[in-house]
């Protein structure tokens, strides 16, 4: 029987090629995001690949900013599948913040997608995981939990919360049977922030996808994304001297 995924911020970046990624390995995918017209562009493009033959696709429109509907929204989504084996919580943006620099709006903008959009959609599918006897939640958080940058503090926030909320609902959903994989990308070029280009050991989003979907069928706890470098360099990653950021940015 086919493995069903069901990833949200699908239309574009990571999540789009996670999409691409499950469907050329067979499995049915339920893509969501806010831009319909993108998701069907991908709904196309997923049923034409090879080892894609016979899946089945459906797709939602999703903005998890709209905290109460997200529940509803996933539930309607999950529905489309006989049962659903593994939902990615992937949706997130970014965004240079300075602190105490009138971006409040800003900030908590930041914070309602990636933390509270993350934790209404963690949500929602441990309820429908708790009901069908067992299920995997993958994480996209960051290598940015770990480490305080400046002008991404709402950013590096949000990613924080979200691991210790994944870290957490791990330990509570075990006896439901509901796992965990939290992942922990470093740079991935996409259209998250302009100038990607810039940042160090930066991938594809491509090559991000393969990683990720070896971690989750792996079942890893955690996959630090991509494994060279940062794998060696994470134990550092909380301990940049303050001096050191004014030549790292
Ligand atoms: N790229 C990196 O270097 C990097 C590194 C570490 C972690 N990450 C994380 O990876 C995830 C994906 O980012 P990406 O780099 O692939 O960025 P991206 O290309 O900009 O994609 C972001 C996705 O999230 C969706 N999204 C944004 N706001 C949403 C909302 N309110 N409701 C529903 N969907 C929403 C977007 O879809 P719509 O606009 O159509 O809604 C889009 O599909 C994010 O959580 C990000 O923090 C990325």
Known sequence: ??????????????GRALALEFASRGYNVGIAARRLEKLQALQQEMSALPGASGIQVALACLDVKDTFSVEPALQQLFAEFDRVDVVVVNAGVNQLTRVGKGQLAEEVSLIQTNLVGAVATVNAAAQYFKTQGGGHV???????????????AAYC????????????????LKKHKVRFTKILPGFVKTDIVENMDQYPFLISAEQAAKEIVGHV???????VVPAFPWRIMKPLMGKIPDGLWKYLM
Do not use: C, N, R
């Open 157 to 172: 926030a949000t990613k924080a919360g979200f691991s210790m909320y994944m870290d957490a609902a791990a330990i509570e």
């Open 138 to 152: 993958v994480g996209i958080s960051s290598l940015a939990s770990l480490s305080a940058i400046p002008t991404q």
């Open 1 to 14: 029987m086919k493995k069903t995924v069901v990833i949200t911020g699908a239309s574009s970046g990571i």
């Open 217 to 223: 069928e792996k079942g890893s706890k955690e996959g």
